[in-house]
């Protein structure tokens, strides 16, 4: 079965460093999409970011950017200058087998951004 | 906001009770799913639509759960017979193509 695998539980960081959240997955497909989701306490789920496998340029949004290591499936996000609003649960996901596009989730990394 | 919306927000029921969730993407969104999301653990796929046609179901979805999209438009998902263990989040998501958006989710608490 396809997996996502977080290592890392919970994290806390202080406000303006930088931090990195880690995830390495299991596929057997050769092009697939891989995404970060942020879902803060009690709100909805929201795309952070997302990259396709098949290109070698680590995505980048704003102050969030991933490294991407194919060979190891390694896909890990980097917050930069993280800020209070940062604070909420991060989920790695990619997609599952078929044409459905459907996405296998890790389970999930809680940080926490201090003051 | 993703534009996507679920109602109801929460749901308490008595074990053995029906219940009935729905799910409204954008207009755009042609691909939608529902995921259940326990405490403590990401979301896990239940089933997918492609506009109106339910091209594909976890095994997590037992006989119990059903699943339609009428017109290719709005989503529902009925749980019958609650169980205690159905207790969680459920959340849709719609998407046009490789990216998915998700609603609020609907909180079930089935006592």
């Known amino acids: 079965a396809q997996t996502v695998t977080q290592s890392q539980p919970e994290m806390s960081v202080q406000e303006a460093e930088t931090v990195t959240l880690s995830c390495t997955y299991d596929?057997?497909?050769?092009?697939?999409?891989l995404f970060w989701y942020k879902q803060p306490p009690s709100r909805q789920m929201i795309l952070v970011i997302r990259q396709e496998a098949y290109k070698q340029q680590n995505a980048t949004e704003n102050r969030f950017s991933v490294n991407f290591q194919k060979a190891a499936k390694s896909f890990s996000l980097k917050i930069s200058d993280s800020q209070l609003g940062d604070t909420a649960m991060y989920f790695c996901?990619?997609?599952?087998?078929?044409?459905?596009?459907?996405?296998?989730f890790g389970t999930g990394t809680l940080l926490a951004v201090q003051p | 906001d993703t534009g996507v919306s679920q109602d109801p927000r929460h749901k308490i029921t008595k074990r053995g009770q029906n219940v009935t969730f729905r799910c409204d993407p954008i207009?755009?969104?042609?691909?939608l799913y529902w995921y259940r999301q326990t405490l403590g653990q990401g979301p896990e796929f239940l089933t997918y639509?492609?506009?109106?046609?339910?091209?594909?179901k976890s095994r997590l979805l037992s006989d119990r759960f059903s699943a339609e999209r009428p017109k290719g438009s709005f989503s529902t998902l009925e749980i019958q017979r609650t169980e205690q263990g159905d207790s969680a989040m459920y959340l849709c998501a719609g998407g046009q193509s490789d990216t998915q958006y998700f609603g609020p989710g609907t909180r079930l608490t089935v006592l």
């Open positions: 639509f492609q506009n109106e046609a339910q091209l594909e």
């Open positions: 596929t057997s497909e050769n092009n697939y999409y």
């Open positions: 996901a990619s997609e599952g087998r078929g044409a459905t596009n459907k996405l296998i």
């Open positions: 207009s755009e969104h042609n691909r």
